[in-house]
Every structure is written in structure tokens, then in C-alpha cells.
């Protein structure tokens, strides 16, 4: 956190609104001498302001709805798709309650743009999370993402880029309750940590996951302020905001390149369906609806094909290693034969004759091209229609384009092209190399070991398609298959969230989506939990298409206090040698408990009752093996519970996690539930400290590590 000056927090006790908060009521001072002015009551005029911000808002939302476009439409199609673009522009428009308008204030020293102009007077600006205008067209806030707020998350002391004063406000239920001063040009107020920052940050969750737009910092505003057309990827240990700040990434992209990823699209890419719906909030409260969102199996999700069927670990290894890749490419470029035989094509009373050798000339020459396999059999037929075409030309006809397009649909040529570049289904292709072991060996000589190769093979085959038990890695199989016959369309845009648990196909299924477009890449190497796990970001960026992509390291932690990283920071020395442990910056005394108990259950129970005599949400993690068990107590002792991905509420707070479903998701306490069950979880012991180390790094305030077993070695001191 920057050590940045606030003055003073001015509070109001009552935390109620104040009572000059009239929709209508004019923010500037009264001219009533004895009415309150800014400098006897600025927590007034700042409510005033934000009353009024909220009144312009609705307007702007009524202006969008009251719009007829019965006489702007040329037909039912326009109409339809104008009336879609108002909806949406409606629901962006939309006030939520609990969701500050505007969280800060910027007063500049001079103008924007004119700080060199003589007499120029500074300008004051209200920071929010989407822009507001009055009638008149003039701003009431900014949005965030606008260059003029940059300042209030770059700005500093030693560096106060024209800014006088900033201001930070706090909100209680929506309410303004507070505000924090910091005079960064003035030389005499000394640095000090923010305290309504620290406050915004440690505030108890309830509910999906927030945004942190509020709170961004320095090192993270360069990273969400970073160029579209570059890469970035970054590793961020647990609190560090990573996952916040790529998804603030995108929110500042469509801002900044609107009309280009209206084109294009964006994509988020999160590891499983609770993680979806824990983030799924973040992006419509900063005003953006048309971020879609996926897990990387349903990007490969093909119709007709189901997940049936699972692998063993070292059997999933081996199809996500990237040398399948070039077995599956073999495999298709082997439908490829020679052409043996002249093809004669007959119109009217006319025989044309291509011999072999010029037709086999054009079939190495496409192969030699490397486009996708599809591509060049489309192209193949006109390359025999041009050839025909030549030899009328020759003979004195004057053919067209149509002549030549007919020729290529000429049942002699269609024939040969079936015969010589037959079409490839990926499914099918995919089922025999699974399948045949005299298929899978001739593609995969010199690249899989024969041990490797009996891994992949289906003890039993399927006879077909559809009856086969596919896995989640089959799939991306087919996926990079589908890709060698005909090119995945490629988005603007994509972000890709823990990223560190995917194989080197699933990287290479993901970069197929962005090919054309850029991606920002988030995770963390001491929280890979899959057997495949990336062993270095250089690697995976190489198999996702962007060797080129700028490596960012957030080391700064905000959300884990300072005890509870420490005590998880035992286990990076086994689980990710030389990676750097997070420096939190918060430092909360007794959020740490470690006790062992007799009865591990009901010492569990008790812990999850007093966590609930605290405010915010309770996460109780266990390995997957003991949840059915806990979820019985839970229920026996009239305790409800929510499931991952459920959203809590005020009356609903307690959530059952799986520790295989935790990554990700955070509580404000958490009670965790036996470690060295989580370990044997696994299918290794590497892995299974990692997958503990997700799981002591989801507290907020506080953890109840609690066991009967003897803890792992690694976290013993």
C-alpha cells in the first residue's frame, strides 16, 4: 500500500445521511449566510453532491427510456436490434443502491491541459465508477477509467501529478459517512497510511465478489491501464488482487477500445463454474454487460459429445502434453494421398485431360503452404477448375469465373478431391488414435515413448462417436483438431484466471481463441494443483501463442492478514522453490488459530459457531472426501450451509468448500478442517501441499486450523 498523507478522516458518527440530501438540492454552498456552507459542513455539501450525481443518473436513464425509435427504424430487423442496444444502455444506466456513485475526489492545481497556461485555474473532479452528467451535458462524476482520474491511483507525495488535494470517501449501507483527506502538494503534511483505504479493504464480504476499483493501487493501475494491442501476464501470489485486477483490465479496455471489441469480443476464462458465479458481479457494476464467461471445457465443448468418462493422472499428462499437438497434425495431413490417375473433366462434346504429375504438383504445393486442411481442400478443386481453364484459354474459348466454378463442382473433380484430400471428421480422427494402436504408433513414432502410447489407448475401444466415454482432455483433443481442419475464430481479448492448473493443450486451445487479439493471464506457480501444472510462465506463454507477453509480479498482499500468509509461506520452499512469498500489508493480531482437538467434528462445529458471531462470510474447507461427513454434522446441529458459487446473505453465511472448489473464492474467516486430509487428497505430495496452500490463503480476518492428525512436516517451523 502507498504511504500516502490523508489529513484527516472526518466521520459521522451517526452514520445516517444528512438531512440536505433533496434530489434537486444545488451541491454549491447556500447563499443563506446562515445556512451551512463547504467549509462549516463538507460531509453535507459532499452528500449534496452525490444526491444530486444520483438525480442526474436517473435522468440519464429516463432520457434512454422515454426514446421512440418508431420513426428511426427502417425495417423489423433495425428495430430489434436498436431496441436490444436501448436495453442494454438502460440496465448500464442502472443505480445500484449499495454500490457508491463516486468513491473519491480530485481537486488539480491548474486545468487538465493547461497546467502551463498563466492564471489557469485548477478544476475539481468526483471519481466514480461510471460517468455522470447533468442536464447542461456537464460532468458530475468521472469515470474511473478516464485519463483525468488517473492521478487519484498514481498520485503521491513525491509525485503529485498536479493534484492539490485528494479525497477518499467511505460509505456505510450506501450511505456517504466519511471522507479522508490527502494535500499531496503540500510539503508540510507529512506521508501516512490511508486509513479509509485500509478500512474499504478489510470491509466484511458478503456476498459474490466485489470490485476493487475503490482500492486499486499504483503497481495494479499500471497493469489495468496497460495496452491493448500488448500481452501481459501476471503472477500474483494469494490477496495480491490479481483476479480484481484483470477483470478491472477488461472494464478499461472497453472503455478505451469500445468500437474495436464491440468487433472483436471479450472473454474471461475462470477454472470452474463457482468461480464464474463468485465474479460473474464484478463486471456490471463498473457498467459493463457483454463480457462473456467461460471455463476452457466449455470452450472445447463440442455437441453430441459428452464428458463421460475421466483419466487417470499420468493418462491426462500425456494428453495435455503440447507433443500431441504434432500427432494429431500427422494424423490429419495423413489423409493426404497422391494422385495416381489423370483426370479427364467432360463438358458438351469437349474432354479435358490434367494429367497425374500436374496434379500432384498442386497437392504438394498446398501442403507445403501449412494452412488448415479444410482451407486447402476447398482450394484444391479450383486449382484443378484454373487448370482446365488454362487449356480451354488454349484451345480458344474464352471462359468466365462461372466456368471455372462450375468446372470445380464437376463430379470428375469432386471425385478426385474426395479421393486424394478426403474430408476429415476431428471426432472420428481423434476415436482411432484412441483406439488403434497401429494408427496411434505411426503418428506418434520418435514422439511418445511406447509406455506413453499405451496410456492413451481405451482398454476397450468404442465402436463409435457417440457411445464413446469422452474425458475433458479428449475434448481438447477434438478442439485441436477441429483447429487443423478449419481456423477458431479468434476474439479481441481474453483473460485467462489460474492460469497456472492448465496443460500445454489447454494453453494452445485458449490461444486459438486470441490469435488475433491480446490476452492478460493471471496466476500463481505455488498454487498449481493439477498434475500438469505450468512449471514456468515462459512455458506456458509459449504454448498459449504470446512468448512476447510482459511478466508482472504483484507481491504486495492486501487481503490475507499478515500471520495467515506467514504461517501458509512455510509450504513455498516444497511447492514452488525461488517463487517470491507476498508481503501483506495487514497486519491483524489473532487471526491465526492452530489447535488440535479429540473431536476433530465437533471442534469443527464449535469453530464455525463463534466465526459466525463475527460479521462477514464463513468459508469451512475440507478435503472433498470429508464434505459429505461435515455436511451431516452441519445439519445435525442446525447449522444451514451454502454451497460454492451460492451466494451468501445476511441470514445465509456459512459456505461448505470442497478444498478441490476453493481456489479463488475468499471468506472473511475460514475454518479448516484436518490439512493432512487435504494432502492425501491428492494425487501426489506436491500437489496436495499445494492444494493446502489455496486453502490456508482464503481467510480475510481470520483462520481455525484444526486437526487430529499430525500437521504436514513443510509447516512445521
Same mark, same amino acid.
Given at each position: ?7 484527516? =478522516? ?20 447556500s447563499?443563506d449566510?446562515?445556512?451551512p456552507t ?22 440519464m ?28 444502455r ?27 497556461a ?24 468521472i ?8 492521478p ?24 456517504l ?10 510539503p ?25 476499483v ?11 491501464r ?15 488482487g ?27 476464462i ?9 465474479i ?6 463498473l ?20 464428458v463421460?468418462g ?33 483426370l ?32 486447402a481442400?476447398?482450394?484444391?478443386p ?71 502410447q ?6 476397450k ?54 490469435t488475433?487479439?491480446?490476452a ?9 494443483t ?58 491483524t ?6 489447535a ?46 451454502l ?6 446473505t ?5 459456505t ?51 486437526? =487430529?492428525?499430525?500437521l ?6
Amino acid at each position: 500500500m502507498p504511504a500516502h498523507a490523508p489529513e484527516t =478522516t472526518h466521520d459521522d458518527p451517526a452514520a445516517k445521511p444528512s438531512p440536505n440530501t433533496n434530489p434537486s438540492a444545488d451541491p454549491t454552498p447556500s447563499a443563506d449566510p446562515t445556512a451551512p456552507t463547504a467549509a462549516t459542513d463538507p460531509l453535507g455539501r459532499e452528500r449534496s453532491h452525490l444526491a444530486a450525481s444520483r438525480s442526474a443518473l436517473r435522468a440519464m436513464r429516463e432520457d434512454v427510456e422515454s426514446l421512440d425509435i418508431r420513426d428511426v427504424t427502417a425495417n423489423w430487423v433495425n428495430a430489434i436490434v436498436l431496441q436490444a442496444q436501448i436495453d442494454d444502455r438502460i440496465k448500464a444506466l442502472a443505480d445500484l443502491a449499495h454500490t457508491p456513485l463516486f468513491f473519491g475526489r480530485l481537486d488539480y492545481l491548474h486545468a487538465p491541459g493547461a497546467e502551463l497556461a498563466e492564471g489557469a485555474e485548477g478544476e475539481q473532479f468526483y471519481i466514480g465508477r461510471r460517468h455522470v452528467h447533468d442536464a447542461d451535458g456537464d460532468p458530475m462524476v468521472i469515470d474511473w477509467r478516464a485519463p483525468v482520474s488517473q492521478p487519484f491511483y498514481r498520485a503521491s507525495k513525491t509525485d503529485p501529478q498536479d493534484i492539490s488535494l485528494r479525497r477518499r470517501f467511505g460509505y456505510t449501507g450506501g450511505e456517504l459517512t466519511a471522507y479522508e483527506d490527502e494535500h499531496l502538494s503540500d510539503p508540510a503534511e507529512a506521508a501516512a497510511v490511508s486509513k479509509l483505504l485500509q478500512q474499504e479493504i478489510e470491509r466484511p464480504r458478503v456476498g459474490p465478489m466485489r470490485d476493487i476499483v475503490a482500492t486499486i493501487q499504483p503497481e495494479q493501475d499500471e497493469i489495468v491501464r496497460s495496452g491493448l494491442s500488448g500481452s501481459v501476464c501476471v503472477q500474483g501470489g494469494p490477496g495480491t488482487g490479481k483476479t480484481a485486477v484483470g477483470l478491472h483490465r477488461v472494464a478499461y479496455l472497453l472503455y478505451a477500445h469500445r468500437d474495436r471489441l464491440a468487433r472483436t469480443g471479450t472473454l474471461v476464462i475462470g477454472p470452474n463454474r463457482s468461480f464464474l458465479h463468485y465474479i460473474e458481479q464484478v463486471l456490471p457494476a463498473l457498467g459493463e454487460l457483454e463480457v462473456k464467461q467461460a471455463t476452457v471445457d466449455d470452450l472445447v465443448a463440442r455437441p453430441g459429445l459428452e464428458v463421460l468418462g475421466t483419466d487417470a493422472a499420468e493418462t491426462a499428462v500425456v494428453k495435455g502434453d503440447a507433443r500431441m499437438a504434432q500427432v494429431l497434425s500427422r494424423a490429419v495431413r495423413s489423409h493426404v494421398t497422391r494422385p495416381t490417375e489423370p483426370l479427364m473433366v467432360v463438358r458438351g462434346s469437349r474432354r479435358w485431360r490434367v494429367p497425374a504429375y500436374e496434379l500432384e504438383e498442386m497437392v504438394e504445393e498446398l501442403q507445403k503452404r501449412d494452412i488448415r486442411y479444410g482451407a486447402a481442400r476447398e482450394a484444391l478443386p479450383q486449382r484443378i477448375a484454373h487448370a482446365v481453364l488454362v487449356r480451354m484459354e488454349q484451345a480458344g474459348e474464352a471462359p468466365d469465373d462461372r466456368v471455372q466454378d462450375a468446372v470445380a463442382r464437376n463430379a470428375a473433380v469432386k471425385a478426385v478431391v474426395k479421393e486424394v484430400w478426403p474430408a476429415v471428421e476431428p471426432a472420428k480422427l481423434v476415436l482411432r488414435l484412441l483406439s488403434d494402436p497401429e494408427f496411434l504408433a505411426l503418428h506418434a513414432a520418435d514422439l511418445l515413448s511406447e509406455d506413453e502410447q499405451k496410456l492413451l489407448l481405451w482398454p476397450k475401444p468404442f465402436r463409435s462417436v457417440k457411445s464413446a466415454k469422452w474425458s475433458a482432455a479428449d475434448l481438447v483433443l477434438i478442439d485441436e483438431a477441429t483447429d487443423l481442419v478449419e481456423r477458431t475464430h479468434s476474439l479481441g481479448h481474453v483473460v485467462l484466471d489460474e492460469a497456472q492448473d492448465l496443460s500445454p493443450m489447454q494453453y494452445r486451445a485458449v490461444g486459438r481463441r486470441c490469435t488475433t487479439g491480446s490476452a492478460t493471464v493471471l496466476g500463481d506457480l505455488a498454487q498449481g494443483t493439477t498434475p500438469w501444472a505450468t512449471r514456468s510462465w515462459d512455458e506456458a506463454l509459449t504454448h498459449l501463442g504470446k512468448p512476447q507477453a510482459v511478466l508482472e509480479e504483484l507481491t504486495a498482499g492486501f487481503r490475507v492478514p499478515r500471520e495467515v500468509i506467514a504461517y501458509a509461506s512455510r509450504l513455498l520452499p516444497s511447492i514452488s522453490p525461488g517463487l517470491a512469498p507476498v508481503s501483506s500489508v495487514r497486519e491483524t493480531p489473532g487471526s491465526l488459530r492452530i489447535a488440535e482437538a479429540a473431536d476433530l467434528t465437533a471442534a469443527v462445529l464449535a469453530a464455525c459457531r463463534e466465526s459466525l458471531t463475527h460479521e462477514g462470510s464463513i468459508g469451512l474447507i475440507a478435503a472433498d472426501a470429508r464434505i459429505p461427513a461435515l455436511a451431516e454434522a452441519l445439519a445435525a446441529a442446525g447449522l444451514p450451509y451454502l454451497s460454492p458459487g451460492e451466494e451468501t446473505t445476511a441470514e445465509s453465511r456459512l459456505t461448505l468448500v470442497p478444498a478441490s472448489l476453493a481456489k479463488g473464492l475468499e471468506y472473511d474467516y475460514v475454518v479448516l478442517d484436518e490439512p493432512a486430509a487435504i494432502v492425501d487428497g491428492e494425487p501426489d505430495e506436491r500437489t496436495g501441499l499445494r492444494r493446502l496452500y489455496v486453502c490456508l490463503t482464503r481467510a480475510v480476518s481470520g483462520l481455525s486450523v484444526l486437526h =487430529t492428525a499430525a500437521l504436514p512436516a513443510a509447516l512445521l517451523p
